[in-house]
């Protein structure tokens, strides 16, 4: 895993290390279902556990600035 930057509520940047989120087995299972000859690199599965970081950090930013603590689908 890497430290990432990620923007703190003060406006800071703050280092965070981004846990992995992306069971590998299943994402593999999931391709494998759509196209039983695909395979998957460890880059690939780095990458994707990034986006999903990305995508989480964008909504949570979202939701503050919708005045919620909630996370909704629409924040996706």
Do not use: W
Not at 18 to 43: C, G, H, L, N, Y
Not at 44 to 57: G, P
């Amino acid at each position: 895993m890497e430290n990432k930057m990620t923007k703190g509520k003060d406006a800071q940047f703050v280092k965070i290390e981004i846990p992995t989120m992306v069971v590998q087995s299943k994402a593999k299972e999931f391709a494998k279902i759509i196209d039983p000859d695909i395979r998957m690199s460890a880059e690939y599965m780095s990458e994707l556990n990034e986006q999903l970081a990305r995508i989480i950090d964008r909504s949570i930013r979202r939701c503050h600035d919708n005045n919620r603590k909630t996370l909704k689908p629409g924040d996706i």
